[in-house]
């Protein structure tokens, strides 16, 4: 996983501090740039440099960068955690041993 692979999680953490996601989606595509332009991984941006993209970004912004509980978040059908991708697999084996 690369680290602008977190830049949804950016979106999400910042639509929980009730920012509209049409909003967020732009200021995460301004940190995913701002990493590029300094030839660094995103989550090894500062507080600091992340407030200076958009200053709502807090200190619990840091745990936005934590890969494992990215892929845990998304627990739903077709999701990414590990229960999702194993109900995934039961699903298909099933529909494989049907036909």
């Known amino acids: 996983m690369t680290p602008d692979m977190l830049a949804t999680d950016l979106a999400e953490y910042l ?3 009730g920012v509209p996601f049409r909003e967020t989606h732009h200021v995460s595509g301004r940190v995913v740039k701002f990493a590029e332009n300094e030839g660094v991984p995103m989550d090894k941006l500062s507080l600091k440099q992340l407030q200076e993209i958009d200053a709502r970004f807090g200190e619990d912004v840091l745990k936005c960068f934590d890969y ?3 892929v845990e978040f998304k627990n739903v059908p077709g999701g990414t955690s590990r ?6 697999s039961t699903d ?3 529909m ?3 036909s």
Do not use: Y
């Open 83 to 88: 229960s999702s991708v194993l109900q995934q």
């Open 68 to 70: 494992e509980k990215s």
């Open 15 to 17: 639509v929980r501090k």
């Open 92 to 94: 298909l084996r099933s």
């Open 96 to 98: 494989i041993d049907r």
